[in-house]
Structures are given as C-alpha cells and as structure tokens.
C-alpha cells in the first residue's frame, strides 16, 4: 500500500490534513505528499463561490496550482505510483483532479465540511449559489472511493447511496499541541482565571456568546484574563461587547507555530457555542487542541461534543452567554474542579485525540 497525499491544502492553515498524514504513517503506511498550497482560507473560499464576480480570480489561482500538481504527478513512475490518494481538507475540487490523474487509485476524500452547509451557516441562505454548492459537494464525494467525515452526524449528510463509504474519523491533535502541554506552567495560587478562544468569529463559533459572557463577569466582579485571537463575520460585534474590558487581549492573528504554546499557557480554552445547525454537529478543532494543551475545555454541550469529551470538559447550553459566564465564574473560585478538569481532558486527549488514535478507522478501511 501506497499512499500519495495530493492536493492544495495548507497543513498551517488547516493541521487536519496533517493529523492524518501522522496517524497513517505511525501505523506503519507509507505516506508521500504532493501539495501545491492554494494559500486562501475556507473564509475566503466560500466568499468566492458565493460571489460571481470574484470567480475568474479564484479558477485561475486553482488552474495555476493544478498545472504544478499535475506535472509532479504525471513523473510518478511504477513503484512511485500510489495504491491510494489521500485529498485534503477543502478538497472539493482537488478531488475531480486526482480522480483524473489517478485513475487505478483509491480515492480517500476528507470532506470535512460541506460546501453548501458552511455557505448556510454564514448567511448565505438556500439561493442559487446555495443550491451550486450543493451540487459541487455531490461531484466531490462521487468522485472519492472513501469519504472522510468527522462526525456521525456529518456521515448522516452524506447521500444515502454513498453513505456506506464514509467512514468517521475524529478531527484530532498534531503533536505540537500535545508538547506545548507537556510544558505548561502550573496555575500560580491567587491567579485570574486564564481563558483563551481562538477562531474565525463566525456563527458556529457562538462568538458574541462569548464576548457577552466575559462582559457579565467583569459586570459582576469576577476576575478573569482574557486573550481572543482571530477575526472574521462577527469580529465587530464582539468588539462591540469587550472593548475596554480589563483583562481581554485580542490578536487578530498568532502564527500556527506559536499558537499551541499560547493556549497551552492559559487554563481554560473555549470551544464553540453556536446555535446553528452545523454547530450543532461539529466538534471544533480547538476543543482537540485545547485538551492536548492540557487546558480545561469549556464548550457547548452538543451530542457530538457529549460523545467526544464525556464529563472530561465543561459543557454548557449553546447560545446562553449566562450559562458560560458561570461556568467560567465557579471555575474561578474552585482550582481544585479546575485542575482536575485539566488533568482528565488531557488524558482522554493522549487516550483519543492523538493521530494515530484517531486515524485507527481509517487505517481498517483502507487496509481492507
């Protein structure tokens, strides 16, 4: 078995692609790579479907890419030639690619999200551009032999007919952030509570759930210290709630390498909070990482999430700012619950959310 990681993924931008890449290299599979980065984020490629005008500058941008990935493909010979071809993260259209370029090839597709899901969650409704989102989801996932989600609930999007192909494979952690736990200081006696979020401040993120939140604390003398990082649709708005708040610290942006070690310093990380549907299904990536950082994880309390974290996190109502606020209020003044909260995430992290743990399904799959 041979496997050829392909595509314009970016493991920076998006280290899913990289935790599978890990996990099925230490289960022992070869794994080469061929990636051409397409450099914008999903933020930016979901604005560019949705906007006509904006399309000529996004198919050439992709045109350019496959020209490279192509012509790196095409000098694969013999023993080089892939058994299997693994699509990463934002794949939709990589796929088509390798399908061509791979015909003998099993084609594994991460369809981490769908196009026309994300597009409704961000405003976008169930218009046209909508409905051809749709429609560029089912071309991907006809066009893959295997179909990588990473929830059941997001194998029940998946079309009846296909749905035998999917297999659920948990987002996970690379090892950076499981290092940067490993090295984390102690909480010092008589501290602030220590919160840190990091995201692209949309919907799904229940993002204004958070800014209220750390609003009715100061509001009611609770001290915590806060850094946001990230910004995007809702930025503004949580502007609006936590500016001149003492203690809050926002980055509009931490370069990857430094962002493990930066949670990793704080107590508790926040998950998501959204109420809508897609935030309903997901577990987000930063309730993983938050883990492996050895942060308490403090998160909406969804079926996924439930299933993901057990009673090793702190769930609480989506969309209830209230419901947040004392939660992050009886964590201040118990570091007793804290700590044990901290210590039993990160030990269902090193249990589940590792790499190789979390590719275990997909290794069986492709094994078969």
Not at 113 to 137: C, N, P, V, W
């Amino acid at each position: 078995m041979r496997v050829l990681a392909f595509g314009t993924y970016d493991v920076k931008a998006h280290p899913r692609v990289q935790v599978l890449i890990d996990g099925l290299r230490e289960h022992g599979l070869p794994v080469s790579e061929i990636v051409e980065p397409l450099g914008l984020s999903t933020a930016q490629r979901v604005s560019f479907l949705q906007n006509p005008s904006s399309l000529p500058r996004f198919v050439g941008r992709l045109l350019g890419r496959w020209g490279a990935l192509a012509g790196r493909a095409v000098r694969l010979r013999g023993a080089q030639r892939p058994t299997h071809v693994l699509v990463g993260y934002l794949g939709h259209f990589d796929v088509l690619l390798a399908r061509l370029l791979f015909p003998r090839a099993q084609i594994v597709l991460d369809h981490l999200i769908f196009a026309a899901g994300t597009a409704r969650d961000r405003g976008a409704g169930d218009g046209l551009r909508t409905r051809l989102l749709g429609l560029l989801d089912r071309l991907a996932l006809g066009a893959a032999d295997v179909i990588v989600v990473d929830t059941p609930e997001h194998r029940e999007l998946v079309p009846a007919r296909r749905r035998g192909s999917a297999v659920v494979v948990p987002v996970g952690a690379t090892s950076s952030w499981f290092e940067a736990g490993a090295g984390a200081p102690e909480r010092e006696g008589g501290s602030a509570l220590s919160v840190v979020f990091f995201g692209l401040f949309t919907p799904l993120q229940g993002t204004q759930v958070v800014g209220e939140a750390l609003r009715l604390l100061h509001d009611r003398g609770v001290e915590v210290r806060a850094t946001l990082v990230g910004s995007g649709q809702d930025s503004d708005a949580v502007h609006a709630r936590v500016d001149g708040l003492p203690g809050v610290t926002w980055h509009s942006w931490v370069d990857g390498g430094e962002l493990p070690a930066l949670v990793a310093s704080h107590d508790v990380c926040l998950g998501i909070f959204g109420t809508t549907a897609k935030a309903l299904n997901v577990v987000p990536n930063k309730v993983y990482q938050g883990a492996a950082a050895g942060c308490a994880v403090v998160t909406s309390d969804t079926e996924p999430q439930r299933r993901a974290l057990g009673d090793d996190a702190v769930l609480v109502t989506p969309g209830d700012a209230e419901a947040l606020a004392g939660a992050l209020a009886a964590l201040a003044a118990d570091p007793a619950t804290l700590a044990d909260v901290r210590r039993a995430g990160a030990g269902r992290a090193r249990e589940r959310f590792t790499a190789r743990a979390v590719t275990a399904p997909l290794v069986e799959v492709l094994a078969r």
